[in-house]
């Protein structure tokens, strides 16, 4: 199967690979995280990420099923405003944390001390975000749909993204009010801030990664690439 329809001619098929290759890794790294920092902790993100610890905990849906739903929605309401190398990319990062996970809950937590620690769970847990999505986001794809859901209410609101990423991750932390007491909120506020700025400095670093992302993704706001 041809994959031409995904990239622009100028892209060679090396740096498609290293770029598949860094979004699943970047995704897994961003799973174990998840799995074995947030979820034990309950240092909660905002968001998608954010969502999935909510059902989680209310619902006792596993994030590798609600994950890859939630993004799975977030990325049809948003295929328009994006390039089909993003499409493709977040497809291939969503499945790999959701492998990832799925494969960390069939052992038992790494670290179930730092639950006693919510500064350090949140210092941690933030780069383990920061660098698993900031990756993913540098290569043209994300783990989370966070990005196409931002990117299509400020479509839609003609609001700044920025000011949209910040409400979307607010009304995840109200919501996790239900299940959080205040003082670890204020951890995952924390985390929130930390994280983003990770991810933003993962793009102005000089990392030899290709720019994958095509005329169509290359429209976002620059803000759009800080969670």
Request: aromatic share 12%; glycine share 8%; with cysteine.
């Amino acid at each position: 199967m041809q994959l031409s329809f995904l990239y622009k001619k100028k892209y060679s098929w090396r740096d498609m690979g290293i770029s598949t290759v860094t979004a699943i890794l970047a995704s897994a790294f961003l799973a174990f995280g998840m799995y074995h920092v947030h979820s034990i902790s309950r240092i909660t993100e905002g968001g998608v990420l954010g969502a999935t610890l909510l059902l989680e905990h209310w619902f006792h849906i596993s994030p590798s099923i609600s994950n890859f739903v939630m993004n799975a929605i977030c990325y049809v309401m948003g295929w328009r405003l994006f390039g089909k190398w993003f499409i493709f990319c977040s497809a291939v990062a969503s499945t790999s944390f959701s492998v990832t996970y799925g494969i960390c809950e069939q052992f038992p937590p790494l670290w179930p001390q730092i639950a006693q620690h919510p500064l350090i769970a949140s210092l941690v847990g933030a780069c383990f975000v920061g660098i698993g999505a900031g990756l993913c986001v540098r290569v043209g794809g994300a783990a989370g749909g966070d990005d196409a859901l931002a990117m299509s209410l400020s479509h839609l609101t003609h609001w700044k993204i920025q000011t949209v990423y910040l409400l979307t991750d607010f009304v995840v932390l109200v919501l996790s009010l239900s299940y959080i007491p205040f003082q670890r909120i204020i951890y995952s506020i924390l985390t929130v801030l930390l994280s983003g700025q990770i991810i933003g400095l993962i793009q102005r670093l000089p990392l030899p990664l290709p720019a994958m992302l095509d005329s169509a993704a290359d429209k976002r706001p620059h803000n759009a690439d800080t969670n």
